[in-house]
């Protein structure tokens, strides 16, 4: 082979894995709504557990609106999960996936300066994995769920930080 049509070869080769390993961190349409199902999950339980720990007016404000959006938002996997026809994870798994996600978060003065905190850390990884669903997916479904849930999660993310800010 000429040396020309090896380094073609090896180029192509390289772009073949490099295109197999980008594919390989791609989630498949059920593993997304399972592990966007279970981020929600933990979202609501943290939001009410400070909606019950929090004496401040506008964390359980905020409390409200997180397990709102994200209650809606959930619905709204399961029932694209069922218009796909979807395996999706058992409740249970779902459940004790979203307990190991939950942020711990300390008693006292330092409670609402915790969540504050966590909901924007965790409110931001949910932005990027929706942002890259909504750029590789090419289920439709999909990809008009995280159109439509972004903006409430950067909502979300904004009065995070002014509660971080506040606090």
Not at 135 to 143: C, G, R, S
Request: include cysteine; hydrophobic fraction near 40%.
């Amino acid at each position: 082979m000429s040396q020309m049509a090896t380094r073609l070869c090896s180029a192509g080769f390289a772009t073949l894995l490099g295109l197999c390993a980008s594919s390989a961190f791609a989630q498949s349409p059920a593993e997304f709504i399972n592990d966007a199902s279970a981020k929600g999950m933990a979202d609501i339980e943290a939001s009410r557990l400070a909606h019950q720990k929090s004496e401040s007016k506008e964390i359980k404000d905020f409390t409200i609106i997180v397990i709102n959006d994200r209650t809606t938002a959930n619905q709204h996997l399961a029932k694209i999960a069922r218009q796909l026809d979807l395996p999706v994870a058992p409740r249970e798994e779902v459940v004790d996936k979203a307990k190991a996600l939950m942020p711990q978060v300390q008693e006292g003065d330092s409670f609402d300066q915790a969540y504050a905190a966590s909901q924007v850390k965790t409110t931001q990884e949910a932005i990027e994995q929706l942002e890259q669903e909504a750029q590789t997916t090419d289920v439709p479904e999909i990809k008009a769920f995280a159109e439509e849930t972004l903006p409430k999660l950067q909502n979300h993310l904004q009065m995070a930080k002014a509660l971080q800010a506040g606090r």
